[in-house]
């Protein structure tokens, strides 16, 4: 059991009695943002580490055209394919990078980052099935678990707003 020091109130941010492990979920959480807003940097602007600039977003290409055009000959491809291209599919997707990147680096909204990070992730792990390399596990789902693990940990509170940006009804 974790003995909290006489000096520490209720009002002390979580950093102020960080454990080892709360380093670590915090290095982590932020490791997993930054994944995820390089992503939507990435297909914004087309600085050409996975997306080329003729395929950026703002050049007028959709962001999520190739993945999901892509997943036409697997399980779910013909659901998948049909949602290709689609603005509002588009704006939505790259809303969830952005939104969940941020989330995970300012340490904020880790519960709302996790289902929203959990279910974008479990849609982009059932487009690509069946899986090249394994039969089910893939590093969507491990990503998506991680995500359950911040919110549960409460990692936002180490290097992060989650010690300072608290509903009162949480205390």
Same mark, same amino acid.
């Not at 990435?42 to 959709?62: C, H, I, L, M, Q």
């Not at 789902?141 to 409460?154: D, E, F, K, P």
């Given at each position: ?8 109130? @209720? ?6 009695? *960080? ?14 943002? !930054? ?7 990435? #297909? ?5 580490? *996975? ?18 055009? =892509? ?18 599919? @588009?704006?939505?997707?790259? *809303? ?16 709302? *980052? ?10 982009? !792990? ?5 899986? @090249?390399?394994?039969?089910?596990? @893939? ?14 940990? =409460?990692? =936002? %509170?180490?290097? =992060?707003?989650?010690?300072?940006? %608290?509903?009162?009804?949480? #205390?």
């Amino acid at each position: 059991m974790t003995t909290i020091p006489r000096h520490v109130t @209720d009002t002390t941010p979580r950093a102020a009695i *960080a454990r080892p492990v709360d380093y670590v979920w915090a290095a982590t959480r932020i490791s997993l943002g !930054w994944i995820f807003l390089w992503a939507f940097l990435d #297909k914004t602007f087309g600085w050409g580490f *996975a997306t080329p600039a003729e395929r950026a977003w703002v050049n007028g290409a959709s962001p999520t055209t190739g993945f999901l055009k =892509g997943a036409g000959e697997n399980a779910l491809g013909g659901f998948f394919s049909g949602l290709a291209g689609q603005a509002w599919v @588009d704006w939505l997707f790259m *809303a969830g990078l952005l939104g969940i990147g941020a989330a995970l680096i300012l340490g904020i909204g880790l519960r709302v *980052a996790a289902v929203a990070g959990g279910l974008l992730l479990v849609m982009m !792990w059932a487009a690509g099935l069946p899986l @090249d390399t394994n039969p089910f596990m @893939d590093d969507h789902l491990v990503y998506a678990l991680v995500l359950i693990g911040l919110a549960l940990a =409460g990692a =936002g %509170r180490t290097f =992060g707003l989650g010690g300072y940006v %608290r509903r009162p009804y949480l #205390k």
